[in-house]
């Protein structure tokens, strides 16, 4: 598989203090990559240096060989998708204007029909599509979310017209979201990266252990603003690294081939006498 994005040596500060410092990684097409860590750890920072929303103090960036600086402002809007934590909008735009931006930067070209298509499909893959002309602003947390994700397919479809090697970069997309459609994103987004045409690199920073570690691909743990390791799920997840990064004392078992995490104390109760 190519490689989308890579980060060598690369770091940030503000002020005297980095936030990430020396960080070596790599976004591969048909690869979803999960950060973890705690708060404060960087993981935010790191997704915004991978993007080329901050230019690193140290280290580069590269996107297909070339450092993010010089690639075109359209090439990297057509290359590399985010959907940031939270995206509020002062004004009155109903959903299906908010998920048609998406092709503001990427998609002139199509036309009224091939657009209002798009968005349609946008939507229904984020299961919003029957809310498409409700006021954003009147929509709950969880809502809006889906919305972004929505807005965020829309453009990674409209730009796969001219890019066909893509990222797409989620910062805690399940924050706000029910079980079932935090399910649903991360399927979309597995989904994304086992096309067999044009598979999208997927980076996406977690809090649930559980879930980044069925669905990850590829485990990045971040602590400090350095990553403390990364690789396979299988060889990333320690009980002795989770301690010392987290600070809990966790217990990983396995249930249907999948890693289970959970607290120490709490495992052990639930244990039969």
């Known amino acids: 598989m190519s490689i989308v994005l890579r980060a060598e040596r690369a770091g940030y500060?503000?002020?005297?203090?980095?936030l990430v410092e020396e960080a070596e990684l790599v976004l591969e097409a048909g690869t979803l990559t999960v950060v973890i860590g705690p708060n404060g750890a960087g993981k935010s920072t790191l997704l915004r240096l991978m993007s080329g929303e901050l230019a690193p103090n140290q280290g580069v960036v590269t996107s297909l060989g070339q450092p993010l600086a010089r690639v075109p402002a359209w090439q990297m809007a057509a290359r590399r998708v985010v959907m940031a934590q939270s995206g509020r909008l002062a004004f009155p735009?109903?959903?299906h204007e908010v998920v048609a931006f998406g092709?503001?930067?990427?998609?002139?070209?199509?036309?009224?029909?091939?657009?209002?298509?798009?968005?349609?499909?946008?939507?229904?893959?984020?299961d919003m599509l029957a809310l498409a002309e409700r006021d954003f602003q009147t929509l709950s947390g969880g809502e809006q979310q889906r919305v972004h994700f929505a807005r965020?397919?829309?453009q990674l479809e409209a730009a796969g017209r001219v890019e066909n090697r893509q990222v797409l970069m989620l910062d805690e997309p399940i924050a706000s979201l029910d079980l079932e459609h935090q399910f649903a994103l991360l399927d979309a987004a597995k989904a994304l990266t086992r096309r067999k045409a044009n598979p999208v690199a997927v980076m996406a920073i977690l809090h649930d252990l559980n879930l980044a570690a069925c669905y990850a691909d590829h485990l990045v743990v971040l602590s400090h603003g350095r990553i403390a390791a990364q690789g396979p799920v299988p060889e990333i997840l320690d009980e002795a690294l989770l301690a010392d990064v987290f600070g809990v004392r966790l217990s990983i078992t396995r249930q249907h081939?999948?890693?289970?995490?959970?607290?120490?104390?709490?495992?052990?109760?639930?244990?039969?006498?």
């Open 93 to 95: 735009f109903r959903v």
């Open 13 to 18: 500060r503000s002020g005297r203090r980095w």
């Open 257 to 273: 081939g999948l890693p289970v995490i959970l607290p120490q104390a709490r495992f052990r109760s639930a244990m039969p006498a």
């Open 152 to 154: 965020a397919l829309c």
């Open 103 to 126: 092709i503001l930067a990427v998609g002139r070209r199509l036309d009224r029909t091939e657009r209002d298509s798009l968005v349609e499909r946008s939507l229904q893959a984020a």
